[in-house]
């Protein structure tokens, strides 16, 4: 399950929140200067939202970012245990 931690939490400046998932962090939010603008870095993609005319309000572009996070993670897990399967169905 994935955790918004503390600001400063897990050695990150105090002005950044890091998004936990079993005691490590997998991503970190980090807040703008500008109004409704906001960064998030998940592995080595950096995520830069902002509102724009036209654009999501931020909160529902952090969502859909939440959103691919949980999938990514769900797809990987199932993926190593359809290739754990494999492993153990080969060697029984």
Do not use: C
Not at 24 to 51: P, Y
């Amino acid at each position: 399950m994935l955790e918004l931690g503390k600001a400063g939490a897990h050695g990150y400046p105090k002005g950044e929140l890091p998004i936990v998932r079993d005691g490590g962090v997998v991503a970190v939010l980090r807040a703008s200067s500008r109004k409704e603008a906001a960064t998030a870095d998940v592995g080595d993609r950096e995520w830069l939202f902002a509102k724009r005319t036209g654009e999501l309000p931020l909160h529902q572009q952090v969502f859909q970012l939440w959103l691919e996070l949980v999938i990514s993670r769900r797809n990987t897990a199932a993926v190593g245990a359809r290739a754990t399967a494999a492993v153990i169905g080969g060697t029984s």
